[in-house]
């Protein structure tokens, strides 16, 4: 009694001291000495916010059973002092640490009040975004989140909440309000940007889009990022994180870049389109149930069978409809790429990122399917057509406990459909249909100046434009035609290639990274490679008009090659050098095996030239040298006067 009496009169005299202590007890970890202080200031102070507020915390990290009673004493503090965030904000934690669709409805109703009291507390927005969210969830955020306008985060994500009410007026509204204000902030641009394409109106986007990508440099938070990430590769996830502030702006343009369906249009289509999935994606396929264990524990993932029991017969009748399919013929490139999805990050799904159960992440990177089967309200299978067969992925909802609940998630039932489902969910495609297969190859030169190196591109098309985009996302050259090479000139280095090829209404695309070597003078160089079956001189324009952009030439006639050389040393006005032309036999794409293929052949001369910065090197084979087929071929130089080397790149031809 003695020792109780002594601990009220401390406590008078000194509460505050009191809950010090017990707060420094809680952070140290000595949770029981800290719940024993914290009772004790309880008993002495019922109706003490403060003091009910800490004991909710010290019962939250209480193990496994004290989530139930923090509820209770932490809904106290909130009646008790209904204008502190901080009770309500521990709440939300509270139903974090729950988990489930009773977890979920305590976060809610924690950091809802958060929102309306204090939006900027802590990570309270973080907490909240996490959560599912309906309309009604939304419309209740946007009123709370109004309580504070003219506040630039607040504003910011009303805004955005107003775009997934798909009220695009008020948001507009309120974004280029913002942007007034904050002119200098990328994510206000980009997400009124996002607004813009949402509805269509891509021409207008495109420009403010643009801006915001030039000062993503100052985007801390990262949100032209995450506008994107949802169609990123594993490598471009990869790369992001390895991109320094200075480097994203080349980053999301090149990443735009390779994904743009059309050189000829205006403006980029498909960012376009990205947004609009998006905005489907978002009122189709959202998650139900964010805060259940399947998206939070990989252990559930695994072994999900000790929680919820056996699957119920459903999942057997599923896999029984699925299979009695006529079976995908899924491409056997595709377990090739080495680009295929992570099932998960740690004890988190992907599907977290950005909201969406995996019907959503799929239609997000491919759009609509081509066909769709569902075989019952838990679960469909989608099929997208690609050149080479098919991909198929079947969906379950099979994320809850117990037969077939919760958010519909990837469950491969039919051959094929895991390697289908990784490759879907690590690559992407614009609508725009790609359905023609072309052919293209290419020999680099010194352009019109020694800094600058020329690109003659054959291809096999009607008509075909090429574009060079260099490291920062820029366009540096461009060339369409109907007739002849593609030349496209610009100073050495590594370039983003794009080739767009239309053949009799249909429409072919390439998009990869190129680089153009240095052919200064400096030192030995050999250029690319051309051939001709036609009566030409060795020029090099008149073997470009000359050259067959198929690759294909008859056997029956001569055949020309041309190189030209850079950097020969010159002894007395000349250069003297030996050239040796390798032609190896290869086997056809599709012909039976060659008992002659890896033979080689080697022409060899000694050659004298007048010394210039340009030395053209030429060779005619008579018809009948070699016999029909496929052939590798490479020239190699030696500088008898240097003694330096060098060689061309490998052409590969047919002759028929």
Do not use: C
């Amino acid at each position: 009694m003695l020792a109780a009496a002594l601990f009220l009169a401390l406590q008078a005299a000194r509460p505050d001291s009191l809950l010090a202590r017990a707060e420094s007890l809680l952070a140290a970890g000595d949770l029981a000495a800290a719940r024993n202080l914290a009772e004790r200031l309880d008993r002495a102070r019922p109706d003490d916010p403060r003091v009910l507020t800490l004991l909710g915390r010290i019962h939250l990290t209480w193990p496994t059973v004290g989530r139930f009673k923090a509820d209770s004493l932490l809904t106290r503090a909130m009646r008790l002092d209904p204008d502190n965030p901080e009770p309500a904000y521990h709440l939300g934690m509270v139903g974090l640490a729950l988990r489930g669709d009773d977890g979920e409805m305590i976060a809610r109703r924690g950091l809802s009040r958060v929102l309306e009291l204090e939006p900027l507390y802590r990570d309270a927005w973080t907490m909240w975004s996490g959560l599912y969210r309906g309309p009604a969830e939304r419309r209740d955020a946007v009123a709370a989140l109004s309580r504070h306008a003219g506040e630039p985060a607040p504003d910011m994500w009303r805004s955005q909440l107003l775009m997934e009410l798909e009220r695009y007026a008020e948001a507009e509204t309120l974004l280029r309000a913002l942007a007034a204000r904050s002119p200098g902030d990328p994510a206000v641009r980009g997400l009124l940007a996002q607004l813009l394409y949402e509805t269509g109106r891509d021409t207008e986007a495109e420009p403010i889009y643009s801006a915001a990508v030039a000062d993503v440099a100052s985007d801390t938070g990262s949100y032209l990022w995450r506008q994107v990430r949802s169609i990123a590769s594993p490598s471009e996830r990869r790369e992001w994180g390895m991109t320094g502030p200075e480097g994203r702006a080349s980053f999301l343009r090149l990443f735009w870049v390779v994904r743009r369906p059309d050189l000829t249009a205006r403006v980029n289509e498909r960012v376009g389109e990205h947004f609009r999935r998006l905005r489907e994606a978002r009122r189709r396929y959202g998650l139900l149930h964010p805060n259940s264990l399947y998206h939070h524990s990989r252990q559930w993932r695994t072994w999900g069978v000790i929680f919820g029991g056996s699957p119920g017969p459903e999942v057997a009748d599923i896999a029984r409809l699925v299979g009695s399919e006529p079976r995908p013929n899924v491409p056997e490139s595709l377990a090739l790429t080495g680009e295929l999805a992570p099932r998960d990050d740690g004890d988190r799904t992907w599907n977290l990122e950005d909201n969406l159960d995996d019907r959503g992440r799929v239609y997000v990177r491919y759009g609509r399917p081509d066909d769709v089967r569902v075989w019952n309200l838990g679960a469909e299978t989608w099929r997208y057509r690609v050149p080479g067969g098919d991909l198929q992925v079947t969906f379950a909802r099979h994320s809850g406990t117990y037969d077939i609940s919760g958010d519909a998630v990837v469950m491969p039932f039919a051959a094929g459909e895991t390697v289908s489902a990784a490759y879907l969910l690590a690559s992407d495609r614009a609508s725009a249909p790609v359905d023609l297969a072309f052919r293209f190859w290419g020999a680099r030169f010194r352009a019109d100046s020694e800094r600058r190196t020329e690109l003659l591109l054959f291809v096999d098309s009607a008509r075909a434009t090429a574009v060079l985009v260099d490291a920062g996302g820029g366009e540096v050259a461009r060339d369409t035609a109907s007739v002849g090479p593609l030349r496209l000139a610009a100073a050495p280095g590594r370039y983003v290639l794009a080739v767009d090829a239309e053949r009799s209404g249909q429409r072919g695309r390439y998009r990869n990274a190129i680089r153009l070597p240095a052919f200064s003078g400096d030192q030995l160089a050999v250029s690319g490679m051309l051939l001709t079956a036609r009566p030409v001189s060795a020029d090099r324009n008149e073997m470009a008009r000359a050259a067959p952009v198929s690759l294909r030439v008859p056997a029956a006639a001569p055949l020309r090659f041309y190189a030209e050389l850079y950097g020969l040393a010159v002894s007395g006005g000349v250069s003297r050098y030996e050239a040796s032309y390798v032609f190896e036999h290869i086997p056809g794409r599709d012909a039976a095996p060659d008992p002659s293929a890896g033979r080689r052949t080697r022409i060899g001369f000694s050659r004298e030239a007048t010394a210039g910065p340009v030395t053209v090197e030429s060779l005619v084979i008579d018809p009948g040298r070699f016999p029909a087929g496929r052939y590798r071929m490479r020239l190699e130089i030696r500088d008898v006067i240097a003694g330096a080397r060098a060689a061309s790149t490998s052409l590969e031809f047919e002759l028929r």
